[in-house]
């Protein structure tokens, strides 16, 4: 039986020896309070317990310290040796001092070694989920790469180079993203999850910063900090634009990040699975920058209200699809990076006009409460309906499309018949 122990303790050293994450030292004082914590519950305390560990060769030592007491007065045989006992050990020990003699642990039975490995087992645990988090909590933000383990319905499993469980959840997965089991992933560390001390490391692929970390990694500027990310707006796997500003005036910022024949930037594209990626020269001067945001769509004019962040952009009908864009995605990135609420008026000419007129006079063709909501956006009359798109009413008005289409044609129809 003894035998059969001692092969366990050994393959218990040889178990955390080869752990990872946890330094030398601590992994000694780890195994020391483990077999005092089992000493003190045999003999009440550890104290006079010198525990020597080392874990390179996967072997221990424990030695007791007692002082040398006149057989009568013997009274704790853990802290104390009679005289007689200890001159049998050496014949010149005399009461008073202290005798040093080891210990065999396998001697102290199954049930103390069987104790010594939960405790262990325990201990370590607890030290690898910490260094878990500890090392992920200070690499929140930055990229790795890990390999896809398992695919679940709402998250995927990754595993690192240590083995550590990595998720990333399926709202975090660009649209356009496809892997199989065994290919290698590249996210950010989002956010790292601490619940019972059991560790959650959450990927992210859809963050923006992801999307800046790709940047740091193409264009040598960036990290040089010759170019700066002022902020980025993104709908991933779709559109993004980029707010890019150099402190040096000799470069180009949006050149740069481009590259030669978009040489940097076609190795992003490609990540984000083909995000159409718009990158904007930033300025502080924000009628500028809204201008910018909206091209490929040239301005009018642009009237702000700062105090509400808000902007009213004028354009010529033909350029209003263009600020619009497809699906509404260029105004709704455009809003998002410059933080203003953008709403576009089309701009007519003076030459062809005509008198306008209220939209309480289409009462017999067009709902009161409808009528009531027009004027809640500012719309009093007809031609102030007719010049905002039919995109904007939608999303200022939150009415209906058939209810927009409907006003739109019934207003329409009535400047086609005075022309």
Not at 19 to 35: P, Q, Y
Request: hydrophobic share 40%; charged share 30%.
């Amino acid at each position: 039986m003894a035998k059969k122990e001692t092969v366990n303790l050994i393959d218990t050293f040889s178990e955390f020896k080869e752990l990872k994450n946890i330094d030398r030292s601590t992994l000694i004082s780890v195994m020391e309070e483990s077999f005092r914590s089992v000493i003190a519950k045999m003999f009440g305390t550890s104290d006079n317990f010198d525990v020597i560990v080392n874990p390179d060769k996967g072997d221990f030592e424990i030695y007791r310290n007692r002082e040398v007491v006149a057989d009568e007065d013997l009274e704790d045989p853990n802290t104390q040796i009679s005289l007689s006992e200890a001159q049998k050990i050496d014949e010149d020990y005399e009461v008073g001092e202290e005798v040093t003699d080891a210990v065999d642990f396998l001697s102290f039975g199954r049930r103390a070694i069987l104790t010594l490995r939960q405790t262990l087992s325990s201990k370590v645990l607890d030290l690898q989920k910490d260094g878990v988090f500890t090392k992920y909590s200070q690499m929140i933000g930055q990229i790795v790469n890990a390999e896809l383990y398992q695919i679940w319905k709402k998250e995927m499993l990754l595993l690192d180079e240590d083995g550590n469980e990595l998720y990333l959840p399926k709202s975090e997965q660009i649209p356009g993203d496809f892997y199989r089991k065994g290919d290698s992933v590249r996210a950010i560390v989002a956010m790292v999850e601490n619940k019972n001390n059991n560790p959650r490391i959450i990927l992210s692929r859809t963050s923006p910063v992801f999307m800046e970390r790709l940047f740091e990694l193409e264009v040598p500027e960036i990290q040089e900090g010759l170019i700066t990310i002022k902020k980025i707006a993104r709908i991933p796997g779709e559109r993004a634009k980029v707010a890019v500003e150099s402190y040096d005036d000799r470069i180009d910022p949006v050149g740069a990040c481009v590259g030669v024949k978009g040489s940097r930037i076609h190795g992003i594209v490609r990540e984000l699975r083909n995000e159409n990626i718009d990158l904007v020269n930033y300025t502080n001067n924000i009628s500028l920058f809204i201008s910018r945001t909206l091209s490929p769509a040239k301005i009018s004019s642009i009237r702000l209200d700062e105090e509400n962040r808000r902007a009213e952009i004028y354009l010529r009908p033909e350029e209003v699809s263009q600020a619009i864009g497809k699906g509404g995605l260029n105004i709704k990135l455009a809003g998002m990076l410059t933080g203003y609420t953008l709403d576009v008026f089309r701009e007519m000419d003076d030459e062809v006009e005509t008198e306008d007129i209220y939209l309480d006079e289409f009462s017999d063709e067009i709902e009161q409460w409808v009528i009531d909501i027009f004027k809640a956006i500012g719309c009093d009359t007809a031609k102030s309906v007719l010049a905002i798109s039919r995109e904007d009413l939608l999303r200022r008005t939150d009415l209906e499309e058939e209810t927009i289409d409907e006003v739109l044609a019934i207003l329409a129809a009535e400047f086609e018949d005075e022309a």
